[in-house]
Nanobody
């Protein structure tokens, strides 16, 4: 059974940094595309970042490019989202997602992912 457990969220000042972690069990990261999505109150879940099965390719939403980095440690079965220069509009619940068969053209669509964590809250003070 697949479980994804996010951690690392919290209260951060605008301009600060956080590192989110997603520890996976029941799957092998090398076989899954892993992604981060976020959802703010009243808004649809939106794509933040994804990393290829091999780890050789990453994708970032325009809002995250230059500030966020996605990475993974296959040995620890953990995916990370390093968030720098955080802005008030980054406040949301951040979710980790996994899918084995997502195609590249749909990698930004939350509907393509089969497995989800419970989310971790990021709150930004200005």
């Amino acid at each position: 059974q697949v479980h994804l457990v996010e951690s690392g969220g919290g209260l951060v000042q605008a301009g600060g940094s956080l590192r989110l972690s997603c520890e996976a069990s029941g799957l092998t990261l090398r076989r899954y595309v892993m992604a981060w999505f976020r959802q703010a109150p009243g808004k649809e879940r939106e794509f933040v970042a994804a990393i290829a099965r091999s780890g050789g390719n990453t994708w970032l939403d325009d809002s995250a490019r230059g500030r966020f980095t996605i990475s993974k440690d296959n040995a620890k079965n953990t995916v990370y989202l390093q968030m720098n220069s955080i802005k008030p509009e980054d406040a949301a619940v951040y979710y980790c997602a996994a899918d084995q068969g997502v195609i590249l053209s749909q990698i930004r669509s939350y509907r393509q992912y089969d497995y989800w964590g419970q989310g971790t809250q990021v709150t930004v003070s200005s």
